[in-house]
């Protein structure tokens, strides 16, 4: 057996390598391809809320840390430092868009979201919303693509704020943000007002 030596995967381990990593703004985890260490006990649950071992992540800074070395690779998601990549379950969108805010109006109009993790995105061509339905209840899931394959669920209050300003187009009920129409439902389905 060579010298090298194997840990096993823990949130401290992956917080202290990335910190080594050391770059300003978000790292090129994308370029990285370090070896598969295994799975970590670390759940993303459905309303953002980031866990450890089955207890909640109370430090911000640390989630925050955590969401900048995020990658989704296939179904998959990883934690992924220059020296290794840790699996994670989520349980839905890694990120909840928490609010944002509206400048211009109709085509023209541009629809920047924060998230809980405090990224800021603007919705556009790069950065499309999206509503999934559920096939049984009919309720919608709205998302914004945040980055690499990573999106924020649309918060409920923010989704109602955005049904508020949405407009028709092109038989769709939606929002314009960044040049691009995004639909949310067809406009036929609209219940009578």
């Known amino acids: 057996m060579s010298g090298e030596k194997i840990t096993t995967p823990s949130a401290e381990n992956i917080a202290a390598s990335a ?3 050391g770059a300003k703004g978000l790292p090129p985890v994308h370029l990285w391809d370090p070896p598969f260490c295994g799975d970590l006990d670390m759940r993303i649950m459905r309303d953002g809320t980031w866990f450890y071992q089955g207890t909640p992540i109370g430090r911000p800074g640390l989630v925050r840390l955590f969401s900048t070395i995020l ?3 296939g179904a998959k998601y990883f934690l992924v430092t220059p020296v290794e990549k840790v699996g994670i ?3 839905d969108a890694p990120f909840v868009a928490i609010d944002f805010e509206t400048a211009g109006s109709g ?3 541009s629809l920047a979201f924060e998230t809980n993790v405090g990224d800021t995105v603007r919705a556009g061509p790069d950065n499309p919303i999206r509503v999934v339905r559920d096939a049984e209840t009919g309720e919608p899931s709205p998302y914004v693509m945040v980055r690499n394959d990573l999106e924020a669920l649309i918060d409920r209050k923010s989704f109602y704020r955005l049904v508020e300003i949405g407009t028709h187009h092109d ?3 939606g929002l314009w943000s960044g040049g691009s129409f995004f639909g949310i439902i067809p406009s036929d389905e609209l219940p009578e007002a």
Do not use: L, N
Request: charged share 35%; aromatic share 14%; net charge positive.
């Open 89 to 91: 379950t989520v349980e």
């Open 107 to 109: 085509a023209a109009q």
């Open 19 to 21: 910190k080594a990593a």
């Open 71 to 73: 990658r989704k690779d």
């Open 171 to 173: 038989g769709w009920f």
